[in-house]
């Protein structure tokens, strides 16, 4: 048995000019644009997918800063839960908002020791070029 899939983006625009005008007035438009973006779906993965329709938002004109913010909205949002979103905050290296506190007392912490390793023997302060080696 076999087994074929695909899966189509299809953008189709048009721009009419205002009535009145003889042609174009503007070098900005393009009278008719059609985008047909294909892609094999038999395998594709979520990531493949999200990457195949980043591109065909990118055809479109959206802004990669947009595109980025919208696919964050998917997991970010009052619709998920929190287990889940911060399954992606660890797999992506990611802190969420409300454990800023609890890494800046990490920081602190570790400053701290730094600072105390950093001390040489009887408490005197080594210069860097002596921490290097």
Same mark, same amino acid.
């Given at each position: 048995? !076999?087994?074929n899939?695909?899966?189509?983006?299809?953008f &189709?625009?048009t721009?009419?000019?205002?009535?009145?005008?003889?042609?174009?007035?503007?070098?900005?438009?393009?009278? $008719?644009?059609?985008?047909?973006? !294909?892609?094999?779906?038999?395998?594709?993965?979520?990531?493949?997918?999200?990457?195949?329709?980043e591109?065909?938002?990118?055809?479109?004109?959206?802004?990669?800063?947009?595109?980025?913010?919208?696919?964050?909205?998917?997991?970010?949002? &009052?619709?998920?839960?929190?287990?889940?979103?911060?399954?992606?905050?660890?797999?992506?290296?990611? !802190?969420? &908002?409300?454990?800023?506190?609890?890494?800046?007392? $990490?920081?602190?912490?570790?400053? $701290?020791?730094?600072?105390?390793?950093?001390?040489?023997?009887?408490?005197?302060?080594?210069?860097?070029?002596?921490?290097? !080696?």
């Open positions: 048995m !076999t087994y899939a695909e899966i189509q983006f299809k &189709d625009a721009f009419e000019p205002t009535y009145g005008t003889s042609s174009w007035t503007s070098d900005d438009f393009i009278p $008719e644009e059609h985008y047909l973006i !294909t892609a094999p779906a038999a395998d594709l993965n979520a990531k493949q997918y999200f990457k195949l329709f591109k065909f938002l990118l055809c479109v004109g959206m802004d990669p800063v947009s595109i980025r913010s919208g696919a964050m909205s998917l997991v970010f949002n &009052d619709y998920v839960r929190e287990e889940d979103q911060r399954k992606v905050c660890s797999e992506y290296e990611l !802190t969420m &908002d409300e454990d800023l506190d609890k890494k800046f007392e $990490e920081w602190k912490i570790r400053d $701290e020791e730094f600072a105390r390793l950093k001390k040489g023997p009887m408490g005197t302060v080594l210069e860097d070029d002596e921490t290097t !080696t």
